[in-house]
């Protein structure tokens, strides 16, 4: 029976698909873990960052630092993160697609893209949407260095009134099981910060004004690096959540594909044990 | 009355990679911009920012030293919060790399001009080097 060879030939290929999305379920795993230990890592400065800046820029009255100024927003910039690698469900096609969305949403008259993962350079390559800088190994060693280096461009640009505001569109890492996209604006800082400002009255060194312009620049930095942090992290989540996904599937599959199997060897044996009786039965006739 | 002066402060060290002081400390010694800050407990409010050097501190009875490079320190009477680009406990430098390195920072910056943007870089490796090897031999 040449159909139950092709079926047990598709459960064998089946399982091997299965061990493969079992792994890499494990592996990304592991990596979530190691993403997640940098993000919790990164907060105590975060915290320390957030309060330094909200008392200085408080104290620091009716600064216009440039950083901080806001203008009317006719061409942007759209930093858009994505994963160097698919197989993570919708993580990749999500951020590309709220990219477009903002883009058809605000009206900008010019728009500027910086992509950030190689998903993200390949579909943006072949649209005519100018690119600002290549950006496809940022994740491969996500370092501190390349948050530095992708910041140094955005306050050119911006202090050069090239663009006039930067967004960042990527995936928060809600938990693991969840990420969330999220179109955040990076340039110009957002004072939010003015109602948590500290009552104390700080000496400066080596002046407010000094400390702040200083300061800016770090905060951006930073909030690049957070960005890049989360987003690793998100990846990982979603491609556990899909590989996991993926290996219940083959189960399903198999367990399927088994009981067809199953069914016409029995069948077959059926039909074989008929045709000994009806055999058998006419020749004593 | 008179407010009772604290005896201790909380020290933090922290960079965006890790934390790696948190402690009670009695007094600490910062590299600021503008020269080394001495804190005791009840210091005034300050900010300042810190640049390439070494920083110490010492808890009831023992004195540990850090190299830092660059970042800002947050100082309250019984509050110290350093964060820094980059920070390295004393025993965790690897006196040799720290060598290897200044020989390259310094072979580097002949090369530059002192305008070159890349020039304050190097320098400040090489600042950080030295800082390094000085912390190393107890200096």
Known sequence: MANTIDIRRRIRSVKNTQQITKAMKMVAAAKLRRAQERIFAARPYAAALREVLSSVATRVEGTDHPLLSAREENSVLLLVVTADKGLCGAFNSNVIRAALNAMREHHWSSVQLLPIGRKANDYFRRRPIPIRRQETHALHALTLQTAHEISQTLIEDFIGEKIDAVYGVYNEFKSIIAQHVRVERILPIERDWDEVGTEVDYLYEPGPVQILEDLLPKHIEFQLYRILLESAAAEQGARMTAMEAATKNASDMIEHLTLTYNRIRQASITKEIIEIVSGAAASEG | ?139
Do not use: C
């Not at chain 2, 320190?73 to 720290?98: G, N, S, Y």
């Not at chain 2, 600042?127 to 912390?135: F, G, K, R, T």
């Open chain 2, 1 to 139: 009355m008179a407010d009772q002066l604290p005896t201790k402060f909380r020290l933090t060290v922290v960079t965006r990679e890790r934390k790696i002081v948190e402690t009670d400390a009695v007094e600490t010694v910062l590299p600021a911009s503008d020269g080394e800050i001495g804190v005791l407990p009840g210091h005034a409010p300050l900010l300042t920012s810190l640049k390439v050097g070494i920083m110490r501190y010492r808890t009831n009875g023992e004195g540990q030293s850090l190299v830092l490079s660059w970042g800002f320190a947050e100082i309250l009477p019984e509050r110290v919060i350093v964060m820094a680009e980059t920070a390295h406990l004393a025993q965790e430098i690897d006196p040799a790399a720290a060598e290897a390195e200044r020989l390259a920072a310094e072979k580097e910056l002949a090369y530059l001009s002192s305008h070159d943007p890349e020039f304050a870089v190097v320098e400040g490796r090489l600042e950080e080097s030295v800082a390094m090897i000085n912390v190393h031999r107890g200096i």
